[in-house]
Structure formats: C-alpha cells, structure tokens
C-alpha cells in the first residue's frame, strides 16, 4: 500500500505561483512514476505530468508545458508540482498518484494510488 497526501493549494491570482506537494509513504520502491492529475468543476478528470522515480524524467501535457514542474525528492518520498503562469482554467482540484505498473502512466487506468487532492483556485 501507498499513501499519498497532497497539500500546497489555495488561491493565486492569475500569472502567480503557487508549488504542490505530494508525500507518499508506505511501499513507494515499488512504485515506478509518479503523476500529477486535476479535475476542474464539471470536467472530467484530466492528465497533467508524471515523474519517474528512478532518472527523475517527466512528462508534461500540453496545457502545462512550459509553465508546470514537477520534481521529486527521493529522500524525503516526496513529489512536487511547481506551477507557473498561472491561468484562470488552472483552477482544478489537484491530485497525485502512484503508477506501480507503468513507466511512462499517462492514463488514469495506469495508477494504482491517489491522492485525496488539493484545491487550487486562480482568480483574475
């Protein structure tokens, strides 16, 4: 079992900054990646970047690139998403999950633990 908190939302005004946490505790060696998905009201639940544990490669979707970051600190079992230019349709709840079965999870499908999420509000 893996446990995931999230926590680092709130609210920003648009352009602002704001840098989720996730840290995972339990069995996180056998996990392979982790990901950053968000829900908007309304919306379905939608990918935004992984990182791999081992190698620390990411991934991002297009929405984000250039804008989004995620990181990890090993030691610490702990994920971030540092999230730049932030935008009105940013606004979502955040969640992390862990992917034990894929190295590159870029569907729900692909992860095995989530998060409880965190809001994160833009405001113009």
């Known amino acids: 079992q893996v446990q995931l908190v999230e926590s680092g939302g709130g609210l920003v005004q648009a352009g602002g900054s704001l840098r989720l946490s996730c840290a995972a505790s339990?069995?996180?060696?056998?996990?392979?990646?982790m990901g950053w998905f968000r829900q908007a009201p309304g919306k379905e639940r939608e990918f935004v970047g992984f990182?791999?544990?081992?190698?620390?490669?990411?991934y991002y979707a297009d929405s984000v690139k250039g804008r989004f970051t995620i990181s990890r600190d090993n030691a610490k079992n702990t994920v971030y998403l540092q999230m730049n230019s932030l935008k009105l349709e940013d606004t979502a709840v955040y969640y992390c999950?862990?992917?034990?079965?894929?190295?590159?999870?870029?569907?729900?499908?692909?992860?095995?633990?989530w998060g409880q999420g965190t809001q994160v509000t833009v405001s113009s």
């Open positions: 339990g069995r996180t060696f056998s996990s392979y990646a």
């Open positions: 999950a862990a992917s034990n079965v894929s190295y590159s999870p870029r569907n729900e499908v692909d992860y095995d633990y």
């Open positions: 990182i791999r544990w081992r190698g620390g490669s990411t």
